[in-house]
């Protein structure tokens, strides 16, 4: 079943959609299905994935794993998501940034999420 938030990857070209309003159906692109993105959460390759959230004054730092994550032209973190008390805040990154972005937001609860051009979608 598809669900607000979730996100499609396109096999053929590649693009990549968030849905927004679940209405039911199958998303489809290039006359194939999509695929869903699984939100990795366990480290499993030498770089690391998992966005690590830092509380500070007037917002939240998210950094693109404990180690620095690449950001080279063939391998790099495309976007960095903050979900803040149900709002999502979203940076989009490209090769030679800083792999981390900042939100100037006060919450209650917030998780991230993040996706790296080569090993996928990843959620703290």
């Known amino acids: 079943m598809i669900e607000r938030g979730q996100i499609y990857k396109c096999s053929v070209c590649g693009n990549i959609v968030e849905v927004r309003v679940a209405g039911g159906g199958t998303l489809v692109c290039c006359g194939q299905p999509m ?3 699984k939100e ?3 480290e499993a390759s030498r770089e690391k ?6 509380a500070r004054d ?3 730092l998210v950094k693109v794993g404990s180690v620095e994550h690449p950001m080279e032209e063939k391998h790099y973190i495309m976007w960095i998501s903050l979900m803040a008390d149900g709002k ?3 940076q989009y990154l490209k090769p030679g940034d800083k792999p981390e972005a900042f939100f100037a937001v ?3 609860s917030v998780t991230a999420r993040e996706y790296c ?3 996928g979608l990843w959620k703290s």
């Open 40 to 42: 990795n959460t366990v």
């Open 58 to 60: 007037g917002g939240y």
């Open 117 to 119: 051009n080569l090993h």
């Open 88 to 90: 999502e805040y979203t």
């Open 106 to 108: 006060q919450a209650s």
């Open 49 to 54: 994935h998992i966005p690590v959230i830092e």
């Open 35 to 37: 695929e869903l993105l």
